[in-house]
């Protein structure tokens, strides 16, 4: 049962707080600025904390704590996602979740808190349940406020008296439209020589449907085997996949996650590309500094969005770095360096057109020379391929009369800071 | 997770592999959530090494985790590391020591130290590593690893010589304490191997004695005592000057620790004996320490719980419950509603003929009839064979019979049995033969009671169809599993032939004497007509007085028994093979419509209880039901029997517990006036305990010969003493503990003006008497 639910800034300012039960004083935050202090890094905090009456438990997201109050024994998971939940929720709502957005919709922040908790235990999270019970912000709405002062919703949702709970009865559209974008997200050590340590790939399947009635889609793969362990949204029929493969289900209206999936560690994946690099420090202030970007086994799809990033010892005072393509910066507070190149294009392959960067590294003075090498985070994304080979054979719509458009997208991306090379 | 943890405590080892890749599908979720799951794949990983181990990429450590999820899955390749995946473990490690984090780096290295620990193969090549590690620049790295070496060297110090001198020759360099003090220690634990070097070192630290922190100070005191045990010429004065620093130190613990120093060996005339051993003491050889994982205790507290994160109890942290010795209730699993108890009134009767003479009549039937009343084809449609005979002929005959007793039992007493009464059972001479030696005895000493066997026969009426009113009462809607496994064809252990009786047959007994007769033709053919006539009378006598409540109780209900329900009851008759048994029918029902099953066999007593088990059945076809009879003795107590059987093969024993009602545990004693008087006489005071109930006017109107005999036949298998005095208020009852044969007689006083009902009992065996003065006691006021 949570308690009470603080949202902290960055600066330690617990700027809205809110109780389910009885108050909890704020200096309850007490215990978490102490833990906060000891810690450099704020991701560093431990999730829980244990004060002598209470339980803390929180979360670092966007530059925000979410603390929550606990007094009892409770499963600590289900509190960290119940807040992320709330993270997301907000993100839905307000289009980002930060200080400013929370401030600018207080009314609405404390209706929602109010909905989907009640008396500290869960009550509704369903995105789409909640929107209908309260609206979201908008410019119209705003103005309607002001001009009546009221703002209280008098319809009540139709959603919740639905057999198919995540599915509302009268949804129209003029266009029907299913999309489905099949992403992947690499994760990876490389080391030094090139050689690859671990991989993994994880996969999502977000589908926007917009589609009226009540359809019953069917979603075929062409190697389902593929897929090694997959959590599905409530909507699939779980035995129709077991049996067949095959993914049948009643969409819920609008955005959402249909599967997300893992594939098996032990097939080796073929890296879509390679950096050599070159990092050499020297006796005296200096060292060198010297990357080399190129795409492989793309399957003729260019790489874009490709930032490396690479967080510097302290003893470095500033680089000097000049790219052949896109543009650096160096921070010299935090020592990271970003090299944001851009798209790499792979008719590009003879290696005098492949983005380099080259340059000094200016040390500190009488510090001694950082042993080892920075670690290489890179980011890319590749549109139009699913790096591990799945693809949608068809997609069927069963229950309904109209003819969809259906969309399926593949995309290969990087979580950040999933993909290292070592140096 | 609720899963993985559910999985965890519950699931066979098999089954656990599950788990995994579960739990690693949520370490791409939050920081957060990452953090909670490895620590309890850390905890799972501890037990389970096998189930991680296909995953132990997962494992490793990306530069931007945060610093907890750093170190949980340090632990995780630490624990999984075995001897096959040392070596990829091992150059994982040594890319983490290099990373920028420091303290990450250093709890790599403690990390390398526990896997040399526990891995031999690899201690050589860690030790290696670490002596290297040494020779960085970084101070915390250098420090942790000569932490490590000096625990790892006390685990085998012989061979590491070499390792031993790098390590002194470093002691300038190192400014870490608690890497001084490791490096101290070492010198001075093993000073005989670097006799040379020893000294000198104490030298240098006796120079920057008052520099050092607290620990230091205490390793150099350590190191100066030992120093001076071993070589007590060249470090003398040098001691001295070391102990007289630590004198004026501002540390308690460092003065303290200097005074007992020097008492111990420099001031030995102060403590002589202590002095003598001081060698002893101070070079005795240490255990090894054992290097401990980071996250200790974890199993403090169930998984995944808020007390098991954070290490402490938690407000309204609730264990896990063990797993329970017994197994639960099975009823509490039922889903269908099963008639919690079978009802008594056919069965009653039946098992009353069971008793004395009437049990000559054991019956075989030819056929796989098998007798059902008709709400029991209602509730089981599974068990379909119904014998052929429709409930309308036998209640026909009933009719004619008994008019009253029709009206109360047609509802629930349709018994459409069907009994070939003539076919007598041959094989059942020898117990046959012992009844008639008892009954010859009663034959004796019943002659006086002739007489009132006349009367009692008129009462035989009421008290029959009074006791069937009982039954419905008591369970109304319940109607009684009649079904008797009568079949020969399938039972292979028939010590004891089902003993069933039909209402209709009994009443026939009863009331035309139609039962002895026939006995009498099948077991003494050429007996005379006046023995007939006797034992007609006799016959109808015990019948009557045998009027015995018998209920069935479940102990194995079809769910739990996979389709074979067994069922037991009382059929208050001796047990052949052993007089103190109690003999217990068993009821083996297949409910099931299409599966045999087969061998169900006695397996072995769990309790301390002797129990005569049944032979091995066969085959129970479904849909039949076969009786056998086993014996316990419960040794005069109320305590459950419980067994094991096996059957269907299965490897698994089921248990049966059976539990005895204290009337249970009486067989019918029969005495006259005259011996109950006499052995009354002999019970008295301590052996007598009494109660009285109310009751109002009305009821205890009621009270006569017949219903105080129904009631205490319902709980207790008592016989009625045959009163002369012709005191209508005055009902005596005998009987004796099976077990013992101890008497326990039961006087019932009617008070008629006080509406109360005087109850007492006398026996030796006075906890039982209590327990069945109780019982009584109930079965008055709840059925009055």
Same mark, same amino acid.
């Given at each position: ?30 215990? =978490? ?115 009546? !002062? ?98 049948? =289900? ?5 955005? =959402? ?42 399957? !003729? ?40 190149? !851009? ?75 999933? =993909?290292?090379?070592?140096? | ?23 690693? &599908?949520?370490? &791409? ?41 750093? &170190? ?10 075995? %001897? ?47 002596? %290297? ?64 070097? *020893? ?50 130190? $501002? ?11 020097? %008492? ?117 449609? +599974? ?12 209640? +026909?005959? +009933? ?20 009994? @070939? ?32 066997? +006349? ?19 008591? $369970? ?197 006036? @005259? ?5 009354? *006489? &002999? ?102």
């Amino acid at each position: 049962m949570i308690h009470s639910l603080f949202i902290i800034n960055e600066a330690g300012d617990a700027f809205m707080e809110k109780h389910w039960k009885t108050v909890v004083s704020k200096s309850i935050c007490d215990y =978490f600025y102490e833990a906060q202090k000891k810690c450099v890094n704020p991701e560093d905090i431990p999730p829980v904390i244990a004060t002598p009456h209470h339980y803390l438990i929180n979360i670092y997201r966007n530059n925000l704590y979410f603390v929550a109050v606990l007094t009892n024994e409770i499963a600590p998971l289900f509190v960290i996602e119940f807040l992320h939940r709330i993270m997301d929720l907000f993100e839905n709502y307000f289009g980002e979740c930060t200080e400013k957005s929370v401030k600018d919709n207080y009314v609405i922040v404390y209706e929602l808190l109010d909905e989907i908790l009640d008396s500290g235990l869960p009550l509704i999270t369903e995105t789409n349940i909640l929107k209908e019970l309260i609206k979201p912000p908008n410019l119209l709405r705003k103005v309607a406020h002001f001009v009546t !002062g009221d703002s209280t919703n008098t319809t009540l949702p139709s959603k919740q008296l639905s057999n198919i709970p995540w599915r509302p009865f009268d949804v129209f559209y003029r266009n029907n439209e299913a999309f489905f974008d099949i992403i992947e997200e690499i994760d990876a050590i490389i080391d030094q020589n090139g050689t690859i340590v671990m991989s993994e790939i994880q996969g999502y399947i977000d589908c926007c449907i917009k589609l009226s009635g009540m359809p019953d889609l069917t979603l075929n793969f062409v190697n389902p085997r593929l897929l090694d362990d997959i959590s599905f949204h409530p909507c699939v029929r779980l035995r129709k996949w077991e049996s067949e493969h095959v993914l049948s =289900f009643i969409p819920p209206d609008g955005n =959402f996650r249909l599967i997300s999936y893992h594939i098996a560690t032990q097939n080796t994946i073929c890296m879509p590309i390679y950096v050599k690099h070159h990092i050499q420090y020297r006796e005296g202030s200096s060292g060198r500094f010297e990357l080399t970007v190129g795409p492989k086994q793309t399957m !003729g799809k260019s790489l874009e969005n490709v930032i490396i990033e690479c967080t510097m010892p302290k003893s470095v005072l500033n680089c000097i770095l000049t790219p052949s393509q896109g543009k650096s910066t160096f921070d010299p507070i935090k020592k990271i360096l970003i090299w944001n190149i !851009g798209t790499i294009e792979t008719k590009t392959q003879n290696s005098a057109h492949l983005p380099t960067i080259r340059g000094n590294i200016i040390l500190v003075t009488g510090q001694p020379i950082p042993e080892s090498n920075p670690i290489l985070n890179i980011s890319f994304q590749i549109n139009q391929l699913a790096i591990s080979g799945i693809r949608v054979q068809r997609v069927d719509m069963n229950g309904e009369i109209y003819k969809p458009y259906k969309g399926v997208k593949y995309i290969t991306t990087v979580k950040k800071g999933r =993909f290292q090379i070592r140096t | 997770m609720a899963v993985a943890q559910l999985y965890y405590y519950v699931a066979p080892q098999s089954e656990i592999q599950i788990v995994a890749k579960s739990l690693l &599908r949520l370490l &791409r979720h939050h920081r957060e959530i990452q953090t909670i799951i490895l620590k309890s794949i850390v905890f799972i990983a501890d037990k389970h090494k096998q189930i991680f181990e296909p995953y132990l990429k997962s494992f490793y450590v990306h530069s931007n985790d945060s610093s907890l999820v750093k &170190r949980y899955k340090l632990e995780i390749l630490t624990t999984l590391a075995n %001897a096959s995946n040392i070596s990829t473990i091992l150059r994982e490690f040594q890319t983490y020591v290099l990373s920028s984090d420091k303290d990450f780096a250093a709890h790599t290295i403690h990390a390398i130290g526990r896997c040399a620990s526990t891995i031999s193969d690899v201690t050589e090549a860690c030790l290696n590593g670490l002596v %290297a590690l040494m020779s960085k620049k970084d101070e915390t790295i250098v420090a942790e690893s000569v932490v490590v070496i000096k625990k790892l060297l006390q685990i085998n110090p012989s061979q590491y010589n070499e390792i031993i001198k790098h390590i002194v020759r470093m002691v300038d360099k190192v400014t870490v304490p608690i890497a001084r003090a490791s490096i101290l220690w070492l010198i001075g634990e093993y000073s005989d191997r670097i006799s040379k070097l *020893a000294p000198d070192v104490l030298r240098k630290m006796a120079k920057s004695f008052v520099d050092e922190e607290t620990i230091v100070k205490h390793q150099i005191l350590n190191l100066a005592a030992k120093l001076y045990v071993v070589n007590a010429k060249q470090t003398h004065l040098l001691v001295q000057y070391v102990f007289n620093l630590a004198k004026y130190d $501002t540390n308690y613990d460092t003065r303290d620790k200097a005074r007992l120093l020097r %008492a111990l060996l420099i001031q030995t005339d102060k403590c002589p004996t202590l002095s003598k051993h001081a060698k002893k003491i101070l070079l005795a050889s240490k255990p090894a320490p054992i290097l401990e994982s980071i996250i200790r205790d974890h199993d403090l507290y169930t998984l995944g719980t808020l007390s098991f994160v954070i290490g402490q109890k938690a407000v309204g942290y609730k264990d896990l419950p063990d797993f329970p010795l017994e197994p639960p209730d099975p009823s509490v699993r039922n889903v269908e509603i099963v008639t919690p108890l079978p009802s008594q009134n056919v069965s009653s009767r039946k098992s009353s003929t069971t008793t004395g003479i009437t049990s000559r009549e054991k019956k075989k039937s030819v056929n796989d009839e098998n007798f059902y009343s008709d709400k029991e084809e209602e509730e089981e449609e +599974e068990e379909e064979e119904t014998s052929t005979e429709g409930p309308d002929t036998d209640n +026909e005959e +009933e009719e004619d019979e008994e008019d009253e007793k029709e009206k109360t039992t047609q509802n629930d007493n349709d018994t459409n049995e069907y009994e @070939q009464l003539d076919a007598q059972s041959t094989n059942n001479i020898e117990p046959e033969e012992e009844e008639e030696e008892e009954e010859e005895k009663d034959e004796s000493s019943g002659s006086s009671e002739e007489e009132e066997s +006349e009367e009692e026969e008129d009462d035989d009426e009421e008290s029959e169809s009074d006791e069937s009113a009982d039954d419905e009462k008591l $369970t109304p809607n319940q109607s009684s599993i009649v079904a008797k496994p009568s079949s020969t064809l399938t039972v292979s252990d028939y010590t004891i032939p089902a003993t069933e009786k039909s209402l209709l047959e009994m009443d026939l007994e009863a009331f035309l004497g139609a039962s002895s007769t026939s006995t009498n033709v099948q077991v003494a053919p050429v007996k005379n007509n006046i023995f007939d006539d006797l034992h007609g009378l006799e016959s109808l006598t015990s019948t009557s007085s045998n009027l015995v409540y018998t209920k069935q109780y479940d102990c194995l209900n079809r769910i739990t028994g996979q389709g074979l329900q067994i069922q037991y009851r009382f059929p208050r008759t001796p047990f052949q093979q052993s007089p103190n048994m109690i003999h217990v029918e068993l009821i083996f029902t297949n409910t099931t419509t299409n599966k045999d099953i087969h061998s169900i066999k006695f397996y072995k007593s769990k309790s301390n209880i002797n129990i005569q088990g049944f032979n091995q059945i066969d085959l129970l076809p479904s849909g039949v039901s076969i009786v056998t009879s086993i014996g316990i003795d419960f040794n005069d107590k109320t305590q459950p029997a419980s067994f094991d059987i096996l059957y269907d093969n299965n490897l698994i024993p089921t248990s049966l517990t059976i539990l005895c009602h204290v009337g249970e545990l009486i067989e019918q004693k029969f005495l006259n006036d @005259q011996q109950f008087n006499q052995n009354l *006489a &002999r019970l008295r005071g301590m052996n007598e305990i009494m109660d009285s109930v109310n009751v109002d006017e009305v009821q205890i109107s009621k009270l006569n010969f017949n219903t105080i005999q129904t009631k205490i036949l319902q709980c207790a298998n008592m016989i009625s003493v045959p009163s002369t005095s012709g005191d209508s208020t005055l009902f005596r009852f005998s009987g004796q503990t099976i077990s013992s044969k101890s008497l326990v007689l039961l006087t019932i006083q009617l008070n008629m003006t006080q509406s109360k009902v005087h109850l007492t009992i006398n026996s030796d065996q006075i906890v039982l008497a209590t327990m069945l003065l109780k019982e009584i006691k109930q079965t008055f006021q709840s059925i009055l």
